[in-house]
């Protein structure tokens, strides 16, 4: 009995030892099997130390997208052969978190030793570099506010059955330049080729002059100059204009070539004056002085030129003017002996040189008679035969005085004839010309489709599409008119910048496109060539100073910056408030010498709202 006592104790204490290992075992269980299920170290600490930049290393907006490499570099690579790493991309900004494209691909300890597991090591979203190095291609929209974004990246490890997200890791906090939105809008529409088309008529008016004469009051066939006036002064859509001018052989080439070039500068004088003040469709400045509406040439005239024009009947010395001209002596005594020659033929310099001092003026126009003007009342009374052709409606079309008129007209034509390219064509232009490029984009695509031989209509809707910021389908559509023998350099040129290719851009940007010859150099890394080009611009211009400014971030030039900014807001104060999300300038915010230019408060003064 004296023995119970202590048994009792003996079993209490076992029963107490048994709840407590039943209480504190299971946690401890856990935490050990959790423990288990951690990713190594070592990994960990090879994503966190590894090199995380963009390519290029500011991204740069291009169109309504922003494309750019983001590079891992490895600084050693400890990862099991059944390691896997989940890289998602983030832009951060405006409270707003946008996730890229994902990198996922599994990691190799040793290459070599997983021979099989080499072509799997990489997935098919990414390109190795090398052992340790791998590039992730990602496409950023555009959206307001991303010129101070971040961009993170979050890392996720899986190791066979388990795996563990890392804290964010920062990749750039320098945001994204939108400095290409500066690209100033260089864009060739096209028209139809109305020659080809049949939609045009030619006119050739030749004026001729007295010896060592160029007014036009003296000019020896003023019937013909009077038709010239009234073509000039018509409603007629005129497409272009070329003139030719030339003076006979008789005296000094100098003299020659000086009257040819005065005959085609009054003449061309007198094309603009009429043309700027018509009554009925009046041509601006902008059209009239448009490279290659009017174009002029002088071609010298010899005393060879003289025999083609002279009619042997007519003039039975020819046999011995040819000999003279043909002959071997000095080009002074030829021309001494052919003057002479002249001078006693009435019918050379009456009939035969007033053809060799003349000015020719070729027009292509629209036509606009009176039956095309009675067809088009027709139209509007609804009494147009329904057998009218569609040439010669899209001709009433075209001279139609009003764009009501002529769209009813181009309607009806698709009506009559729905194959028929060209109305849908020119029913684009009137719509991009009325800024409505979407509709314009629907018209330029079924005129293509109805002739995939219409090079103007794939240039067109390559322009439409660049307006609309679809730069891929309409570079596409650009070099397919380029392959019909209608390229446009411009076009081309101003849509390669939009998609980062500024080598190709600069190719074909001509020495006038100063601006964006020197912002496809900054796209290029090389700032000073910008710099040389902006140079080149004449003082006070401010968008000159604003992209040298932008120049100076690339040298890291904190005055250039500075000074440049300075004018570029003393000019027009709308470039301070593009510097202030210009993400180029991120760097420099906290720098009290760009403070003072932007005018802005010095740190320890600001006030924040």
């Not at 405006?94 to 080499?118: C, E, G, S």
């Not at 001078?343 to 003349?358: A, D, E, T, V």
Request: hydrophobic share 40%.
């Amino acid at each position: 009995m004296t023995n119970t006592p202590i048994r009792n104790s003996k079993l209490w204490f076992a029963l107490v030892c048994i709840f407590i290992q039943a209480t504190i075992s299971p946690s401890v269980t856990r935490a050990q099997k959790n423990a288990k299920q951690l990713v190594s170290e070592a990994v960990i600490a090879a994503c966190r130390n590894a090199e995380y930049k963009t390519i290029p290393e500011l991204p740069f907006r291009i169109g309504d997208s922003i494309p750019f490499l983001i590079s891992v570099k490895f600084k050693t690579f400890p990862f099991d052969k059944n390691t896997q790493l989940v890289i998602t991309p983030e832009v951060h900004f405006r409270n707003k978190i946008v996730p890229l494209k994902t990198m996922r691909f599994k990691a190799v300890v040793k290459p070599n030793q997983y021979p099989a597991l080499n072509e799997d090591s990489v997935m098919a979203s990414l390109s190795r570099k090398g052992n340790y190095h791998f590039e992730h291609e990602v496409i950023f929209p555009y959206e307001l506010g991303v010129e101070s974004a971040t961009l993170e990246a979050r890392v996720t490890i899986i190791e066979g059955n388990i795996s563990q997200e890392l804290p964010l890791i920062r990749i750039s906090n320098k945001g994204f330049s939108s400095f290409t939105r500066l690209l100033k809008p260089s864009l060739e529409l096209m028209d139809l080729n109305y020659e080809r088309e049949q939609l045009c008529v030619k006119e050739i008016h030749t004026l001729f002059y007295p010896p060592n004469d160029y007014e036009l009051n003296n000019i020896l066939n003023p019937s013909t100059f009077n038709e010239l006036l009234k073509t000039l002064k018509s409603s007629r859509e005129i497409l272009e204009i070329k003139i030719t001018s030339s003076a006979s052989p008789e005296g000094e080439a100098k003299n020659n070539e000086s009257l040819a070039f005065k005959r085609m500068e009054i003449v061309n004088k007198l094309i603009v004056k009429e043309l700027l003040s018509r009554t009925r469709n009046a041509m601006s400045s902008a059209e009239v002085f448009e490279n290659g509406f009017i174009t002029t040439k002088w071609t010298e005239q010899n005393w060879d030129s003289l025999l083609p024009l002279i009619d042997k009947k007519m003039f039975p010395d020819f046999p011995k003017l040819n000999a003279i001209n043909s002959d071997t002596v000095s080009i002074k005594i030829k021309q001494e002996l052919l003057a002479k020659f002249v001078k006693g033929h009435p019918y050379l310099s009456n009939s035969i040189f007033p053809k060799l001092r003349n000015c020719s003026i070729e027009i292509l126009s629209t036509p606009s008679d009176q039956s095309i003007i009675n067809d088009i009342e027709l139209f509007q009374n609804k009494t147009l035969p329904s057998s009218t052709l569609c040439t010669r409606l899209i001709q009433m079309a075209i001279a139609a005085d009003n764009d009501l008129t002529a769209m009813a007209i181009y309607q009806f034509a698709i009506k009559l004839y729905p194959d028929d390219f060209r109305a849908h064509f020119k029913i684009g232009m009137m719509l991009y010309n009325n800024g409505k490029y979407e509709d314009a984009e629907k018209s330029f695509q079924q005129s293509s489709l109805l002739n995939p031989k219409s090079a103007e209509s794939k240039n067109n809707l390559g322009v439409v599409q660049a307006i609309l910021r679809k730069f891929e389908v309409s570079m596409q559509n650009f070099e397919m008119a380029a392959n019909q023998n209608r390229p446009s350099s411009t076009n081309r040129a101003y849509v390669s910048a939009q998609l980062g290719r500024f080598r190709d851009a600069l190719n074909w940007f001509g020495p006038e496109a100063t601006f964006n010859r020197a912002i496809c150099w900054l796209g290029l890394s090389q700032p000073y060539q910008a710099l040389d080009i902006l140079d080149s611009i004449k003082s006070g211009d401010a968008m000159a100073h604003y992209l040298m400014a932008i120049a100076g971030t690339r040298i890291n030039d904190i005055a250039l910056i500075c000074d440049q900014l300075r004018k570029a807001i003393a000019i027009d104060i709308k470039f301070r408030n593009m510097a202030k999300t210009e993400a180029d300038f991120n760097p420099y915010r906290l720098n009290p010498q760009f403070r003072e230019a932007m005018k802005m408060p010095p740190m320890h003064l600001r006030v924040d709202q």
